[in-house]
């Protein structure tokens, strides 16, 4: 089992440009989230996926956008990259986001660079 | 909304002495969590705590869920290097999402 797999693991973007962040998850689990941490800001929630099908927005989603292709691949878009999302994205899964909370399986992380 | 406040923001000790950190919430949880992550790589899962006054060991961490549920702990004692990292707690939401700290940096000196 790999897990929870990302790609990039880094990027450099210019200012204005788009790209997407993949994550993939193979231990079957129905939810998937994506965060973004910052120095001294801990781990913050961009969006996340309760199961296949739903998206919902977390405390940071402005300037992104997500898609859960199927269970396994959760995705993370910038159409328009700006210097302030420079940051290391993070995706994880859990089994199902229940309401007592379920721990979180990480990815490596992307390392964001925007000029 | 929900908030979980951690401290301190980081914390230098030498070799072989003691470490805490402390993870507060003006609301009570449902539960507590707290993952390590090593420099440069991901935050990795240690332990949950659901019930009040809970006391969980690994080791030589310590971990307490506070009797109000309020607060929590993570006490290590007699640092090694192999404990350098950013410890975060992380809280549960009403929503089941998970609400994590701003996390506390260890440096450990040989």
């Known amino acids: 089992n790999a897990g929870v797999t990302q790609t990039p693991k880094f990027q450099v973007l210019k200012t204005g440009q788009s790209m997407t962040l993949q994550c993939a998850q193979d231990?079957?689990?129905?939810?998937m989230y994506w965060y973004r941490q910052d120095p001294g800001m801990g781990l913050r929630l961009i969006y996340y996926?309760?199961?296949?099908?739903?998206?919902d927005k977390g405390e940071v989603p402005n300037g992104y956008n997500v898609s859960r292709l199927n269970k396994r691949e959760f995705s993370l878009r910038l159409e328009s990259a700006a210097p302030s999302q420079t940051s290391v994205y993070f995706c994880?899964?859990?089994?199902?986001?229940?309401?007592?909370?379920?721990?979180?399986?990480f990815g490596p992380g992307t390392r964001l660079l925007v000029l | 909304g929900q908030q979980v406040m951690q401290i301190p923001q980081y914390q230098h000790v030498q070799e072989g002495e003691d470490f805490t950190t402390y993870c507060n919430s003006s609301t009570t949880l449902s539960n507590i969590q707290w993952y390590k992550q090593r420099p440069g790589g991901h935050p990795v899962f240690l332990i949950q705590?659901?019930?009040?006054?809970e006391v969980k060991k690994q080791k030589r961490l310590t971990f307490q869920f506070g009797e109000a549920k309020k607060n929590s702990s993570l006490h290590i004692t007699a640092t090694q290097t192999t404990d350098v990292g950013t410890y975060f707690c992380a809280a549960s939401g009403n929503t089941g999402k998970l609400i994590f700290g701003q996390g506390t940096t260890l440096q450990v000196k040989p």
């Open positions: 705590l659901v019930k009040s006054g």
């Open positions: 231990m079957n689990h129905n939810s």
């Open positions: 994880a899964s859990s089994v199902s986001g229940g309401r007592f909370g379920e721990t979180q399986y």
């Open positions: 996926s309760a199961s296949e099908g739903t998206t």
